[in-house]
């Protein structure tokens, strides 16, 4: 997935056509993000992300989103949004909804 400036589609397009790109949907929107700056609540998660997290790990996304938004001293909200999923990555599995519930059992 990529959000770019509307001004800049076309060429977009091409570099990911040419990448090998078959798949391209563009909408006018912009794309929703997980918080606005740093979160204590759950209830401040998108209702977009919030979906795909259970009540368990909700949490976990919340912390991890706190600790790198904090670590970085800056509003990377991005970067903090990647650890975040990479952090519920490591402990759920994706249910067949597309929801992160399955904690996994390490061996």
């Known amino acids: 997935m990529v959000e770019i400036p509307s001004d800049h589609t076309g060429e977009f397009q091409l570099l990911l056509e040419s990448g090998g790109g078959e798949e391209i949907q563009t909408i006018g929107n912009a794309l929703t993000h997980t918080c606005p700056g740093p979160s204590n609540s759950t209830e401040n998660l998108s ?61």
Do not use: M
């Open 47 to 107: 209702p977009e992300v919030r979906a795909h997290l259970s009540e368990e790990a909700q949490p976990i996304f919340i912390q991890g989103y706190k600790t790198v938004l904090n670590d970085i001293s800056s509003s990377e909200e991005f970067t903090a949004e990647q650890s975040a999923w990479d952090a519920v990555h490591q402990q759920f599995d994706e249910d067949k909804n597309g929801v992160w519930s399955r904690v996994k059992i390490c061996v």
